[in-house]
């Protein structure tokens, strides 16, 4: 009875997202039956029992949540196992809700891919002990030390670094053929919030494009929400008539890359390909594959078997990708690409490499980031290891948060 009532609420609960600007939507539910799923199994899968469970803070028009739900979906269908798939779920008590009715429901393990669910997935599991709860981005999970709750990330700051090659050599290409000069190089950067995962990626970008087009400076404006298509495409407006002449973003619409298109300007997405609204205009996009990580912790739980608090994926797991370039790439672009990332690989190379950048004019040789104490804002661990800021290392979610030299800031409100 009680699932019962938890269905029914599921389907009739409407809720409004919280970020400012956004459109109102409805929480929305979607199952993948047991039967349905054992005819897409992969034929190499072992058996896996169990269900899972999906919580995400949009649906498919946000690129951020498309990502996740296309990996979902892969993961589940590889496995064969039933899933619930929960769309448009608020950073609030909602998610809470959502997931103790995903337990209700038998899911063994249940899944959150925002930043603000994680309270609301704690207290979940402190609540349902037998089900496991996993969260992306998070921090809390290596000092909560509950056995049934896991934060997970990936090394996404490398992707974004080959990424920033990519607009570095979109940059040399334009210089080269007279279109702006080296020192009219500037990158324009739509941001949500000034969360260190943010810094954290437009930093790594500006250090790809500069470690091959060293004149490169960049314009950062944040929008104080993941989801604002008007506001992602006033941001984008506003850098382009501030002579910002490519433009990348941590941000989930379509409206940098449409403002883009229609000015002419390249641009640089995040989560998967724009080429769909901007055909002429996009180069490339990095992207977080959560499907390794869905794959490993599903096993693990219907193994009843102990698994990682706090799990970081890499290029090596394949959870860190890039799309297909698009047409507006400069030539040889791939090929810069390859070789900056077999350099990651084999650890010769460092995106948070200190030689490379300055803060206020000097060199940074020691930090002590926020690692353990997320919610105090105080620095409690060393990052700088043999000259290289060690990011997504002590901790899975990202914690840089320096303010380098060569990127303004326009505005930093949110």
Same mark, same amino acid.
């Given at each position: 009875?009680? @699932? ?36 897409? &199994? ?18 498919? /028009? ?29 950073? +609030? ?14 899911? +063994? ?7 603000g ?12 002990? /037998?089900?496991?709860?996993c969260?992306?981005?998070?921090? &809390?999970?290596? *000092? ?7 934060n ?7 992707? @974004?670094?080959?990424a ?16 702006i ?28 494009? @500069? ?23 006033? +941001?984008a ?5 501030d ?12 409206g ?14 995040y ?15 990095? @992207? ?11 096993? $693990?739980?219907?193994?009843g ?8 994926? *890499? ?7 890039? *799309? ?15 070789a900056? $990332? ?30 353990? *104490?997320?919610a ?39």
């Open positions: 009875m009680k @699932r019962f009532a938890a269905l029914l609420l599921s389907l009739l609960m409407v809720v409004s997202l919280c970020a400012c600007g956004e459109t109102k939507t409805s929480a929305s539910s979607e199952t993948k039956t047991e039967a349905s799923a054992e005819e897409n &199994k992969t034929e190499a899968t072992e058996s896996v029992k169990i269900k899972a469970g999906f919580i995400f803070l949009h649906d498919e /028009n946000s690129t951020y949540d498309k990502n996740f739900i296309v990996a979902a979906k892969e993961a589940c269908d590889k496995l064969g196992i039933e899933y619930v798939m929960k769309t448009n779920i608020p950073e +609030g008590q909602e998610c809470y809700e959502a997931a103790a009715e995903l337990a209700d429901e038998g899911c +063994g393990i249940v899944f959150a891919d925002s930043f669910h994680e309270d609301f997935m704690i207290q979940a599991a402190k609540e349902y002990k /037998n089900v496991q709860f969260h992306a981005t998070g921090t &809390k999970a290596h *000092t909560e030390n509950l056995s049934n709750y896991h997970a990330f990936a090394s996404i700051y490398e992707g @974004r670094y080959l920033g090659i990519a607009a570095g050599m979109k940059l040399n290409e334009m210089i080269e053929s007279g279109k000069t080296a020192d009219q190089a500037k990158i324009g950067y739509i941001g949500a919030y000034t969360y260190a995962e943010v810094i954290s990626g437009y930093t790594s970008f500006f250090l790809g494009a @500069r470690s091959v087009c060293p004149s490169a400076t960049m314009e950062v404006t944040f929008t104080g929400s993941w989801y604002d298509e008007t506001a992602e495409k006033e +941001g407006n506003t850098l382009i008539a002579n910002c002449v490519l433009i990348s973003q941590h941000a989930d619409s379509m940098a890359p449409t403002a883009c298109e229609t000015a002419g300007v390249p641009n640089v997405s989560n998967g390909s724009t080429a769909s609204v901007a055909p002429n205009t996009f180069i490339v996009s990095s @992207r977080i594959n959560w499907a390794p990580y869905f794959e490993y912790a599903i096993t $693990k739980a219907a193994a078997e102990t698994f990682e608090a706090d799990w970081t994926g *890499t290029i090596a797991t394949e959870s860190v990708l890039l *799309t297909e370039l698009g047409g507006a790439a400069a030539a040889g672009t791939q090929e810069a690409i390859d900056a $990332k077999a350099k990651l690989v084999d650890g010769s190379l460092k995106v948070f490499d200190t030689a490379t950048f300055t803060v206020d004019g000097a060199a940074v040789t020691s930090y002590m980031a926020d690692v353990d *104490t997320d105090a804002y105080e620095g409690d661990h060393e990052v700088i290891v043999n000259g290289a800021f060690e990011e997504s290392t002590f901790r899975s979610a990202p914690y840089f948060n320096l303010n380098i030299d060569g990127i303004t800031l326009l505005n930093s409100a949110f």
